[in-house]
């Protein structure tokens, strides 16, 4: 299975609403990073949080990690229809050293 | 930047037959991955090369599947036979370290039809 895990599968909300997806993953990490993919293209690096940080912010995307829970979370605040995409977290694995890929996210944004 | 090349953009090929994928990553990046995302899930590492160097090619089915960077610059990768289950898209990457400090920066990959 995947090292890390998105939930939800799905989510639809409203422009100007906020977006949280969440990212579970299985093994001790040395960072995470956060993608976004939109349809036909391929993914762009939004954010790297390492293991020893709690939370990060970059624009209207904040991210947190919790190590104790092995979970991480985005938020995208005053969400707008260009953010519409698939997002992908992925963990870099301390002892492996290579990043998983979960199997995202899809976020619809409606104008 | 010029970003991460890759070509064909599409390719749609029978069972059994062969095909070759290219990649040209941005300038200076050492580091270069090749991923298979198939519909509907994230992408999954095949290979990973540091300069022109195999650094984890665990999960690359090398009775099949083959790559190879020359120079430590462009990179192809080449399926021979193909089979239905590998219709899916391959993505390459590049990064200027390794994924301990370096963000991956992708193509827009290659769907990869077998019919």
């Known amino acids: 299975s995947q090292q890390g895990e998105e939930d939800p599968q799905a989510l639809s909300i409203q422009e100007g609403e906020n977006a949280t997806m969440n990212c579970s993953y299985k093994?001790?990490?040395?960072?995470l990073q956060w993608y976004r993919q939109n349809s036909g293209r391929g993914l762009v690096h939004l954010i790297l949080i390492r293991s020893n940080e709690r939370e990060k912010h970059s624009g209207r995307l904040r991210v947190t990690l919790d190590t104790s829970k092995k979970s991480s979370s985005l938020l995208i605040t005053a969400s707008r229809a260009a953010d519409t995409a698939s997002y992908f977290c992925?963990?870099?694995?301390?002892?492996?050293?290579?990043?998983?890929f979960g199997d995202g996210t899809t976020l619809t944004v409606k104008p | 930047e010029a970003g991460v090349a890759q070509s064909p953009r599409y390719k749609i090929i029978e069972k059994r037959q062969s095909v070759a994928f290219w990649c040209n990553p941005i300038?200076?990046?050492?580091?270069l991955y090749w991923y298979q995302q198939i519909l509907g899930q994230g992408p999954k590492l095949l290979i990973q090369f540091q300069n022109n160097g195999v650094v984890d090619d665990s999960q690359l089915p090398k009775d099949r599947f083959s790559a190879e960077r020359l120079k430590g610059v462009d990179s192809t990768l080449k399926i021979q036979p193909a089979k239905l289950e590998d219709s899916a898209v391959y993505l390459c990457?590049?990064?200027?370290?390794?994924?301990?400090?370096?963000?991956?920066?992708f193509g827009n990959g290659t769907r990869l039809t077998v019919t």
């Open positions: 992925a963990s870099l694995n301390t002892n492996a050293g290579k990043s998983t």
């Open positions: 093994t001790s990490i040395n960072n």
């Open positions: 300038s200076g990046h050492a580091t």
């Open positions: 990457a590049s990064s200027l370290g390794t994924a301990y400090n370096s963000p991956l920066h």
